[in-house]
């Protein structure tokens, strides 16, 4: 700064200086430094022409004064004379008046005593230097004469310092002075207008004073610029620039203005030269023109001074504005710097897998991508500074810090962004490293697993066998993690206690899979070294399996189920007995101080339920306030990004509906339950349809998740939080609602720890109940709508059951050996949709969204129809897996849940769709066998009366309530003709409720030879077979031998005996009996039909694909309901 202003002041004192100079010599020009008088000061004197400066010249140039005949010059005062002399003398320049000035007196017409007074003033007042003085006496005959007496005896009084002449006429006067240089009125050709020559002098003294105040005002104008302060913001130099920019052109603007008149003036003293090229310009015109281009070239020198000064004083005033944009620039990206370093500090996470390393990667190279505008445009600063210190910047000293400050900041961002990429990149090659390893053990597991066992035995098997195991190893060298130290060593910098303990299991597992090769190599090395007998396989494959004679089954099934299950029932019912029993002992000892203490628990959650929700009232209505209400607000608009303009119902979804029901219903209504807290639960029961809403805001909240991503760096959101004081941001707020769904069933179970033995304990158990269906149903329905690829609409399947994730193994009886061996090895990975009509298998995509949130979707592969859907509760060799099997086992698949408790839920809520179908047609089909039962025969029994068989199906229709594939009655052996031995046809049961478990639903090995069976063709159209069967036509006995059945009961056909008879059990009325095979034909229709209800392998899930298949087949067309 103080360098600009010692150049600014150089640059006002050499303007100054010139301005002073233009000054000095327009006075100059002027005269005005030896007579400062002008013509407007004695315009009146010199309009009465006694004495007039023609311009005439003598012969050595002496400048020529007229004294015309003036009859009153007698009267004219001194001082007039006085003035107008020294004004007339004053003209000519100053080398012309240093020769004498010539006087011509005219007085041909006065008398004699007038022109001695008239000289004699004359000489007396004359203020300049005289060389001749010409006199041309009186004309008339005695004033002539009177003259030559006179001036011969009074010539003494006319002695003056240059000699007095008389003339007696004009012609003796030209003899002195040339006609050229006299005018008219003396007989000379010199062309003189006395007003033209009085208006230009006045005209050029009027230039020259405006030229003297241009230069004048042009110093005040340049101090006043000079003096200014310089502001220091772009805003206020931008206004000091456009002032003293505008001054400037005002002072140019009157400059141009003189320069125009002077022009104007100049041509207006050439015009007698325009007019008559004959005629040149007297002397004193010429010393008009001269005068005027001098004051001409003073004013051009004025503007000269000027443009130099303000050239010099615009580019200080740019420079200074320059320096302010930059410096404004500076502060803005060195704050943007700081701001992306803060943020890159937060990239701290190294990933936890090989998708997480990915995905921070691209979040960095996303972060890179958005930060390198900034980035690019603090290096643009730069550059730009380095331009101002080339251009010589007068602020060079401020400008080259900021510069080496901004790149500094870049280098330092691109390092620590490169740095962090490193550090991603060797996250993501240790991760690759750990992939590769783990899917290397998988595979040689695989490899070890489906090796079989009885082609090792030879010895050609044998080196086959460890060709492939030895080949296997040799690409452990690109796979395998080769020393655990060097993977230390080598990712050090990356390894959290986390990631290293990863590495160790990772490490652990592959050299236990070494080791299993490893002794896989040396047992196939012993049996290839010799030839070795064939040994019966230790592990039999499953068609070995298969194809084995297994006489009971279903007994020893039964024994481990019926074991199993009396441990699972034991331990809680010991456990609740344990508590019963100290209950029992602290209420007898302090009854009323435990009651005491409940009471003040439940007060306390109640309390905590009350203020939690008047907090989440409260914040409800500060984001619908402080920020929904905000978009609308046309002072906000200006805020608001274009990407969230018109999107406010996805942003907030049904928040207002929300905070209504609250606040306006259930916070009241919580409040009547503060002095009876154990009661609350039926404020919950009574608004629980009111709480579906939240199913339709978690539904949006992928959608508003998304747009907050989009828009959260929107000046809309930080102004509206900076307005709440919120240290929060606003998806903190959004969340809420979820938060709150979830808060209610935690405050219910601690309300029901304290409440169990109050009144309101069964409202609270259903309240609770309720939230967490609907917490399930929220879910469920999260995972819903991600279903992708499915053409029809889910909502024609019915409610959404259950929902899950299961490894899948396909065994299609129309598929090829080997594709049927190979899916046994390998599962596919499927997410479950059990709906009330139909069964969906999809594949769960993570895909990844911004951020660290991961948005699922499901692609739908394929649906099964549960009318046509039968399942196996149990499969042999692992307790997690069950059957799901479709259209008579045509396609099967077997499904693995993660835990056990999650199967059984699977089973129990299948058996339950299945139950209620098959509940459904056997409706349905005794409805229609009463239809038709006058003209369908039934079997010829002495005792039997199809009238009385049909009332009694019509009474007890209605009466039918339990569950077909249950056994209500506890069977005894007294009560049976003759029953099969155990263990030859059917499991006896030990309890009625394990009745169900074990008869009701088959094996795997048992599925296994059902298959096996009806794929060679054993069965034949008209066989009976062991299984359960739906009775088509009903018939009753009176004999205690006899098997009542009624039409649409289940039977089971247990054994076949002598003499074409068959041990039938009623699993209706859990009555059993031996009936004849014919008898069986006509109580279950044809063989094709009766056979695909239930064989003895079946399970519960093939009962109720063969009763839909009955009932299609007695009815005449399947129910419409159970079409998926």
């Known amino acids: 700064m103080r360098f600009w202003l010692r150049h600014e002041e150089m640059a006002l004192e050499e303007m100054v200086r010139r301005l002073n100079a233009v000054s000095t010599h327009t006075d100059e020009i002027m005269h005005q430094d030896v007579t400062p008088l002008c013509a407007a000061d004695i315009q009146d004197q010199l309009k009465k022409r006694f004495a007039y400066l023609s311009g005439g010249r003598g012969q050595d140039g002496s400048p020529v004064i007229t004294f015309p005949d003036y009859p009153a010059f007698s009267d004219v005062p ?70 030559d007496l006179a001036f011969r005896f009074n010539r003494e009084d006319f002695k003056m310092k240059v000699p007095v002449i008389m003339l007696s006429s004009v012609p003796e006067l030209h003899g002195y002075i040339d006609k050229s240089q006299l005018t008219e009125d003396l007989g000379g050709t010199l062309d003189y207008c006395h007003t033209r020559w009085l208006c230009h002098r006045t005209a050029i003294e009027s230039f020259a004073l405006m030229v003297k105040q241009t230069a004048q005002m042009l110093q005040s104008f340049g101090t006043e610029l000079a003096e200014t302060e310089l502001p220091n913001d772009v805003q206020s130099t931008s206004s000091v620039l456009c002032a003293h920019t505008e001054k400037k052109d005002k002072a140019k603007e009157d400059m141009r203005s003189a320069l125009d008149k002077g022009q104007s003036l100049l041509e207006n003293i050439r015009e007698p030269l325009a007019k008559s090229g004959e005629h040149g310009l007297n002397q004193g015109q010429l010393d008009n023109q001269t005068t005027v281009q001098r004051l001409l070239a003073q004013l051009n020198e004025t503007e000269a001074a000027l443009d130099e000064f303000w050239a010099r004083h615009q580019q200080r005033l740019q420079q200074c504005l320059q320096l302010r944009h930059f410096e404004q620039d500076f502060r803005e990206v060195k704050a943007s710097l700081d701001a992306l370093a803060q943020k890159i ?12 390393a990915g995905h921070l990667l691209k979040d960095l190279a996303s972060f890179e991508e958005k930060s390198s505008a900034s980035v690019e445009r603090a290096r643009a600063l730069a550059l730009e500074g380095e331009q101002l210190i080339g251009s010589k910047h007068y602020a060079v000293d401020s400008i080259r810090p900021k510069c080496r400050e901004l790149q500094h900041l870049c280098d330092r961002f691109a390092a620590e962004v490169g740095r962090r990429r490193g550090l991603l990149g060797k996250s993501l090659e240790l991760h690759s490293l750990l992939e590769a390893s783990l899917k290397w053990c998988d595979e040689g597991i695989y490899l070890l697993a489906s090796q079989p066992v009885d082609k090792c035995q030879s010895q050609e098997g044998a080196e086959a066998a460890l060709q492939e195991i030895e080949k296997f190893l040799e690409t452990g060298a690109e796979n395998k993690i080769q020393e655990l130290d060097k993977i230390y060593q080598d990712y050090e910098s990356i390894l959290t206690t986390d990631l290293m303990e990863h590495v160790q299991k990772v490490f652990q597992k592959q050299e236990g899979m070494e080791e299993m090769f490893h002794r896989r190599q040396a047992s196939l090395k012993k049996l290839a070294a ?104 046309p002072l906000m608009a200006h805020l608001v990004s274009p990407g969230l303009q018109m999107k406010k119902d996805i942003l907030f979804g049904n928040m207002e509906e929300i905070y209504h029901f609250h606040n306006r219903i259930f916070l009241r209504e919580l409040e009547n339950y503060t002095d009876c807290p154990e009661l609350v639960g039926r404020c919950f029961l009574e608004r629980m349809e009111e709480f579906q809403i939240y199913e339709k805001y978690c539904q949006n909240k992928p959608r508003s998740e998304s747009l907050w991503r989009q828009c959260s760096d929107c000046p809309f959101f930080q102004e509206c939080q900076r307005k709440l004081d919120h240290k929060l941001s606003l998806d903190s707020y959004l969340l809420k609602p979820v938060q709150r769904i979830t808060k209610y069933q935690l405050l219910l179970k601690e309300m029901l720890k304290y409440s169990k033995s109050c009144e309101g304990a069964e409202d609270l158990q259903e309240a609770l109940s309720s939230i967490l269906g609907i917490l399930k149903a929220v879910n469920d329905s999260m995972h819903l709508i991600a279903i992708t690829g499915y053409d029809g609409n889910l909502s024609d399947l019915g409610r959404l059951l259950m929902q899950g994730s299961f490894s899948v193994w396909t065994d299609h009886k129309k598929g090829h050996a080997k594709v049927k061996d190979l899916a046994r090895f390998k599962p596919m990975q499927r997410h479950l949709f059990l709906h009330e009509k139909a069964v969906l298998f999809c594949k769960k995509r993570e895909e990844n969204g911004e951020g660290y949130e991961k948005a699922p979707s499901y692609s739908y592969k394929q649906s099964l129809n549960m009318a046509a859907v039968g399942i196996t509760e149990n499969v042999k060799g692992d307790g997690r897996k069950f059957e799901i099997w479709y259209n008579a086992r045509e396609e099967v698949y077997i499904v693995q849940a993660p835990t056990p408790e999650v199967k059984a839920a699977w089973v129990s809520e299948i058996r339950k769709v299945l139950t209620g179908q098959l509940q459904a047609c056997r409706e349905a089909s005794q409805h229609r066998a009463l239809e038709q039962s006058h003209s369908l025969p039934l079997p ?81 159209p008209r066989k009976l077979a062991p299984g359960k069967y739906t009775v088509v036509l009903g ?87 159970l079409q998926g």
């Open 78 to 147: 001194d001082t007039e004379f006085q003035s107008v002399m020294t004004y007339l003398t004053s003209i000519p320049s100053l080398q012309d008046a240093g020769i004498g000035f010539i006087l011509v007196i005219d007085r041909r017409q006065d008398k004699w005593t007038s022109v001695k007074a008239s000289v004699l003033r004359i000489a007396a007042s004359f203020p300049a230097s005289l060389q001749l003085v010409l006199v041309l006496r009186p004309t008339g005959f005695f004033q002539r004469a009177l003259s």
């Open 345 to 356: 500090a937060t990239f701290t996470d190294v990933g936890n897998s090989l998708a997480h």
């Open 530 to 633: 010799k030839q070795m007998r064939p040994v019966q396989p230790v592990a039999p494959r499953p068609e070995a399996l298969s194809k084995s004679p297994c006489p009971s089954p279903g007994s020893r099934r039964g024994s481990e189920n019926s074991s199993e299950g009396s441990v699972l029932r034991r331990g809680p019912y010991r456990r609740a007995k344990s508590e019963m029993s100290e209950s029992r002992q602290g209420r007898g000892s302090s009854a009323g101080d435990e009651e005491e203490s409940l009471a003040i628990l439940r007060r306390h959650v109640m309390n905590e339920l009350l203020d939690t929700e008047r907090v989440y009232v409260e914040e409800l209505l500060c984001v619908l306030e402080g920020y929904a209400a905000e978009l609308d607000n």
């Open 940 to 1020: 010829a029994q002495p005792s039997t009366s199809p009238s009385k068989g049909n009332t009694r199906n019509i009474k007890k229709l209605e009466e039918r309530k339990t569950d077909p594939l249950s056994l209500e009655g506890r069977m005894s052996s007294a009560q049976l003709p003759k029953p099969p031995e155990e263990g030859k046809g059917w499991s006896k049961t030990s309890h009625p409720s394990e009745a169900p478990e074990d008869d009701g639903w088959s094996s795997a090995e048992e599925l296994i030879n059902s298959s096996d069976a009806e794929e060679e063709g054993r069965v034949g």
């Open 1035 to 1121: 018939e009753e006995k009176e004999s205690p031998e006899a098997l009542a059945v009624r039409s649409g009961d289940v039977v089971e056909v247990v054994q076949e005996g002598d003499e074409g008879l068959w041990y039938v059990r009623n699993l209706t009325s859990s009555k059993e009996s031996w009936v004849p095979a014919s008898s069986l034909w006509a109580l279950l229709g044809s063989a094709g039909s009766a056979r695909c209800l239930s064989s003895s392998e079946s399970s519960a899930g093939s009962a109720l694909l063969s009763a839909s298949s009955s009932c299609s087949e007695s009815c005449g067309a399947p129910l419409p309901d």
